[in-house]
């Protein structure tokens, strides 16, 4: 198991950016989570049509950039034009969709780290896994900490490790199945990143004695942060960057 030693990440990480104070995957929000402190960033990356690696969650294009169709169905010169501001608000109209190259060179340039999930558009789980993975090994070649991949994807890690052993990958869970620490030891995971009600003292501790780092998403509660900080849970993805302050 490629376990790191000692764990490079901080334990607060902002989510999609800023959360929802900037329109997500823009980076216009990954400026605003630095302006709030927060010093490592997660992202949703695919691949358009024509396999350039770009950051957007949803298959489909509607809910962030008001068009129809599925994003990886289009070439980038297309996507580039989108506007994937104007939807959350006038301050942010004509923000770009960013490609995972834009927003290596921000957080390169910046000192920050990433959390890269890889999002498959449906059917393409191997190419973009892999694709993902090169992209980024290519972007962070003499980076001091490497971003670390995640998905919900077996197929994609799995495609990910085979392409860029060397970097670090986390399996994302939305409920626990009983094979869990199996699936995570196959694929060579440093780190499983749970729904944040998923973690108690038992996975908790299962985790740890498989020798697995614990993450939980999407926390924006303080009782619940408070759980998981009395569970010592290594990470947490939050989207409240206004609430939340990452020294802590």
Same mark, same amino acid.
């Given at each position: 198991?490629? *376990? &790191? ?29 630095a ?7 997660? +992202? ?20 962030? $950039?008001?068009?129809?169709? *599925? ?12 506007? /994937? ?11 770009? &969709?960013?490609? =995972? ?5 921000? +957080?390169l340039?910046?000192?920050?780290? &990433?959390? *890269?999930?890889i ?8 190419? $973009?896994g #892999?694709? %993902? ?5 290519? =972007?962070?070649t003499?980076a001091?900490?490497?971003?670390? &991949? ?8 799995? #495609?990910?490790?085979?392409?860029a ?12 199945r ?5 699936? /995570?030891?196959?694929?060579?995971c440093?780190?499983? %990143? +749970? ?15 498989a ?12 009782w ?9 849970i ?6 409240? %960057? ?7």
């Amino acid at each position: 198991m490629n *376990i &790191l030693h000692p764990w490079p990440y901080p334990r607060w990480i902002a989510h999609r950016g800023a959360g929802r104070l900037a329109p997500e995957n823009t980076l216009a929000a990954f400026r605003l989570g630095a302006e709030y402190g927060y010093r490592m960033f997660e +992202c949703d990356a695919k691949l358009s049509q024509d396999g350039v690696v770009f950051l957007m969650h949803d298959a489909t294009l509607t809910r962030t $950039t008001g068009m129809p169709g *599925i994003g990886g169905d289009q070439p980038w010169a297309a996507l580039s034009q989108l506007d /994937a501001g104007r939807w959350h608000s006038r301050r942010y109209a004509g923000e770009p &969709l960013p490609t =995972l190259a834009a927003l290596a060179r921000f +957080c390169l340039a910046n000192g920050h780290l &990433l959390n *890269i999930e890889i999002k498959p558009t449906p059917g393409t789980d191997a190419e $973009t896994g #892999a694709t %993902v993975a090169r992209e980024a090994a290519r =972007l962070w070649t003499d980076a001091a900490v490497p971003p670390l &991949l995640s998905s919900f994807r077996p197929d994609a890690l799995a #495609a990910a490790r085979d392409a860029a052993p060397a970097l670090p990958r986390a399996l994302l869970l939305d409920a626990m199945r009983g094979d869990w620490l199996d699936i /995570a030891r196959q694929l060579g995971c440093v780190a499983i %990143v +749970c729904n944040h009600a998923l973690w108690d003292a038992q996975t908790v501790a299962d985790a740890r004695a498989a020798g697995f780092r614990q993450l939980s998403y999407t926390v924006n509660d303080e009782w619940a942060a408070q759980r998981l900080i009395d569970l010592g849970i290594d990470g947490i993805i939050t989207d409240r %960057v206004d609430l939340f302050s990452p020294a802590g």
